[in-house]
DNA sequence: ATAAAAAATGTGCTCGAACACACTTAAAAA
DNA sequence: TTTTTAAGTGTGTTCGAGCACATTTTTTAT
């Protein structure tokens, strides 16, 4: 019932010779009538499943996959990325697939088309892509097609029918959830959406989180609340913040978008007198300090390690086992505190 | 610099046969000095990886994964399970490891027993067990042991260094993180810890949980709170909860240590002046039901899938690719409610 | 010095799928 | 009927590791 059969069991069964199943299983053409009845007859009745084992010994083509990723030494956002594509890396490295990072400087453009340049030049079978930049990356996803490079993006979502494969989390959603966190820990009052980022590559990312956050409250009717867009920019976060904090001395949430909250948390633990609900993205040290020090309250965790794991995997998956690539993959909103963070952090 | 070497390129290179090479690989011994060391100096130029595929190829062996899980039909908690293990069936089913799930009936030991004989007869390579019978399984494991039988346990923990790797939760701090969300919901009153169980099977489950629940309170000094613990056996359930209620009507929340939070809540939509807390566990559709109504506010997600999943596929990996096997898998405590819990359902 | 034993080394086959190529049989054309 | 072409079928090799066995070299005993 069990057992495993192999093709030169089913040509034996049939009284073929293994060549003339092997045409029927690949339908190669080239096999009578008669003989293709009896292979099929055979094949109905067990249950053929090919060692992929044997299959793939014959394959000795090394398949090539780039990942194009934000330096981390100048973004340490990207970091856990960097231990999710190492984790592939040893998964796959006794196997004839192989993964380099190809880094670029996330603040400038020219750097992420001269290191796609560069990707290019190395022929890959596949790119996974964090495509900080929005026109860019479907510039250079566009030449990637050409060449018959099969595309993944992670993190960010762009709108191209050229990407294979898109591993994040949705935005939208994940706002909601801050919301319904912030809802628990207040009753009313004002809530702040404070997004910080250097540049402002993330647009697109900080507004589908805020427009989830303003949903919720606004279909709860939740009236006794006050939500105020704050928008923070890299050399002057703190003063801009103390300004805000003057001119809204009543404020009693923060919802930050990225995963600077501990900017914030840094600010606010200065103000001793202040008591504000701090919700933010992100199990990066410095917020999980905060949140044992139990000045940030809930992070939302957006597991950039899984997500580029997962971007490549598939990819080296599909590869040699020819599994199927699935459009979207959205990662659980997984909910922090201070409590359950440790079983978060690898 | 990223070729795949193979014994044969070792063997040129260091101007001997494979056979050598290969002796010096699996230290098989019945090498000259001379010659050990000539591979060793290749073996520290080059980065071998043998390869897997081939290693495997010619290991026709077939390995046999017995699960011992109890019956869904009669407790339908063990359903995710099934699909946990049938994940791994159907990834495995083109490599040589053979999974058979035998179930048993949760409510008795005689019915455990017969079903462990049942395995042996089978002479499995390893096994999975539910350890819902905490002295069978003892006995078990230690037959178990005598047949060189490997042994993995997940959901609940036994004490036996027989076992091989545990795959679950810890209990103690889930019941902290339970405690931690009541805390943000309320902010003083009493509230019942309820242990609901047909059998008392999950007695020192649901007690670690307890002791975590009450841990959290009285770490942070939070005298505002009652806590008062409340058993419920099976065919009186809700008149012994209605008693409760009506001798506590002052109840403000509601901890439940097992998956039958919804009985709670059925119970609690009956009666519309209670506007009562309730956090219970295990995504469950009746469960997620009352959290999509607002009658449950949080359950925490165990994840029986995933950990039923591992418990086998540490196995098969470990017998197709000699992966070693953790002592202990810990999965994360997952918050959910009714916003995040669409992404923890498959 | 020669035979016997031991140690070292090399050869060749296996696993299952894939595919090239050789071969046989049947059908179509001369 | 014979030749040519096509269709159908079978054989043999490859992939890399692993291991049994044959062969060669070295060491020890007689």
Redesign the pocket.
Known sequence: MDK????????QMA?????????V??N?????????EKINEVLNVID?????????????KIYKICVLLPDPEIDSYWLPCVNGIQDAVKEFKPYSVNITIQYFNPESKKSFVSANNAVLNLEPDAVLIAPVFHKETIEAVKVYEESNVIVNTFNNQIESNAVKCFVGQDLYKSGRVAASLMNLILSEGQIAIVHIDESLKNAVHMQEKEKGFRSYFEEKKLNSFLLTTLKLKHPNVESKFLNFLEENPDLKGIFITTSKAYQIATTLSGLKDKKIALIGYDLIEKNVNYLNEGLLHFLIHQNQKRQAYLGVSTLAEHFLYSKEIPETILLPIDIINVENADFYIY
């Open positions: 495993k059969y192999t093709i030169k069991d089913i040509a009284g073929v010779s293994k060549g003339t199943v092997d045409r299983l690949h190669r053409g080239k096999v009578s009538p008669a003989a293709l053929y499943e090919p060692n992929l084992i044997a299959r793939n010994l014959k394959n000795t």
